[in-house]
């Protein structure tokens, strides 16, 4: 199993520019999510599904949006770049079953918004 | 509101042992997790206490204290590749596992 896996790895964008950062698992997890990840802090929640076709806000979701019309992906898109945005982007998949097993992590994708 | 405290930083001699303290608040509490993350890594799922006690994976140890909203990770036999931040984490207000997570632990160990 490749786990999750996270598209581009690094990207530069110019304010105003709009892009989707691609998340794929193949461990049939039902749920997904996005975080962001700021120098010298946690991570944040950005969006998150419980299922194809069902998705939600977290605690920082301005200026994101997501759908999910398979149980394997969930693209994350920019609608506009700011250089808040500037960030490291985790997508993570989970059983539905409780957190005993914890969350899976994609190995990020850095962004820088200029 | 949920909040996380943790020591921004620790050191640590390679061989000795380090515990890395949490304390949480949380409305709804679902268990206390840890996250191990290298530079330049993603975050690794380590351990999780529901229950107050002390959970044991290999050199690694997790306690929990439901009372004291306080737990606790144990490191034993701290390696160099130990070196990394390590992250407290509590289930969030949405049900669907996902996490609020402190700011981070940065352990440094040191021959």
């Known amino acids: 199993n490749a786990g999750v896996t996270q598209t581009p790895k690094f990207q530069v964008l110019k304010t105003g520019q709009s892009m989707t950062l691609q998340c794929a698992q193949d461990m049939n997890h039902e749920y997904m999510s996005w975080y962001r990840q700021d120098p010298g802090m946690g991570l944040r929640l950005i969006h998150y599904s419980v299922g194809a076709g069902i998705t939600d806000q977290g605690e920082v979701p301005n200026g994101y949006n997501v759908s999910r019309s398979t149980t394997e992906d969930f693209p994350l898109r920019l609608l506009s770049a700011a250089p808040s945005q500037t960030s490291v982007y985790f997508c993570?998949?989970?059983?539905?079953?409780?957190?005993?097993?914890?969350?899976?992590f994609g190995p990020g994708t850095r962004l820088l918004v200029l | 509101g949920q909040s996380l405290e943790q020591p921004s930083e620790v050191t640590a001699v390679e061989g000795a042992i380090v515990q890395i303290n949490c304390t949480y608040q949380t409305s709804g509490f679902y268990g206390l997790s840890w996250y191990q993350q290298h530079d330049g890594g993603a975050p690794t799922f380590l351990s999780y206490?529901?229950?107050?006690g002390l959970e044991e994976t290999g050199r690694f140890s997790s306690f929990l204290s439901r009372s004291d909203s306080y737990g606790y990770l144990l490191l034993q036999e701290l390696q160099m590749k130990d070196s990394a931040s390590y992250f407290c984490?509590?289930?969030?207000?949405?049900?669907?596992?996902?996490?609020?997570f402190g700011t981070g632990t940065r352990l440094t160990v040191i021959p």
């Open positions: 984490a509590v289930r969030d207000q949405t049900g669907a596992n996902n996490l609020f």
């Open positions: 993570a998949s989970s059983y539905s079953a409780g957190t005993a097993r914890g969350q899976y």
């Open positions: 206490n529901a229950l107050d």
